[in-house]
């Protein structure tokens, strides 16, 4: 059982919020990532860290922003929610050592309605 | 082009009966290759995790195979069951990086 946590689990909003979906591993991870999945569609990376004060852009444009001030948590942050922005967003860590084996352990979600 | 297809997009079974489910690939060259289950509003599961060099691998009712020649995997599931039904993804770590790439899942309902 993966020790990942996300909250909200849903969230409703409307548009012009801000907001920070919260992300947080006790399993000492240092690799995290965020994905965006809309419905029956595959997961894209939105951001991923390799540790604090690590962040990246993934492979998927996003508005939103991160933040790795801390090896447990992971948050992220839209300044000023759209419609567009709605979707599920997945929360993902595994750990820093080599190894090909490692598998992406994924928190339960957050899903955000913009209004 | 995806680089990782699955098929079918979506299927519905009895419970009781197996199923196979299909990944293709065009990662190359490819560090491993893995297979989640993911519940409705959930987070994905891993449920089995193979390496080029390995043919297959199981875990309770499900296995998996890998053919890296063909670039291609399968997951069978045995003697389905109604907690079965979920979307079941298809992912590939190519070995020049640790981005994953997600395949677009396969939609599995098993009905009584």
């Known amino acids: 059982e993966a020790d990942i946590y996300q909250t909200p689990r849903y969230l409703v909003i409307g548009t012009g919020k801000k907001i920070t979906l919260e992300c947080s591993q006790t399993m000492g991870h240092d690799k995290m990532y965020w994905y965006q999945q809309d419905p029956g569609m595959e997961l894209h990376l939105i951001h991923y860290?390799?540790?604090?004060?690590?962040?990246e852009k993934g492979d998927l444009s996003s508005e939103s922003t991160v933040s790795r001030i801390r090896t447990e948590h992971f948050p992220l942050t839209l300044e000023s929610a759209r419609p567009s922005h709605t979707s599920q967003y997945l929360c993902?860590?595994?750990?820093?050592?080599?190894?090909?084996?490692?598998?992406?352990?994924f928190g339960p979600g957050t899903r955000l309605l913009v209004l | 082009k995806n680089q990782v297809e699955q098929s079918p997009q979506s299927l519905i079974i009895l419970e009781g009966k197996n199923c196979t489910l299909q990944c293709n690939y065009t990662v190359s060259p490819f560090s491993n290759l893995r297979w989640y289950k993911q519940d409705t509003g959930r987070g994905p599961v891993s449920l089995t995790i193979?390496?080029?060099?390995?043919n297959t691998k199981s875990n309770g009712r499900y296995t998996a195979t890998l053919d890296a020649d063909t670039k291609q995997s399968s997951l069978h599931i045995t003697a389905s069951q109604l907690s079965d039904s979920a979307s079941y993804i298809c992912?590939?770590?190519?070995?020049?990086?640790?981005?994953?790439?997600f395949g677009p899942g396969t939609s599995l309902s098993v009905i009584p």
């Open positions: 992912v590939v770590t190519p070995s020049f990086n640790d981005k994953v790439i």
């Open positions: 860290s390799y540790g604090v004060n690590s962040t």
């Open positions: 193979m390496t080029f060099s390995e």
């Open positions: 993902a860590s595994r750990p820093g050592l080599a190894g090909d084996l490692e598998t992406q352990y």
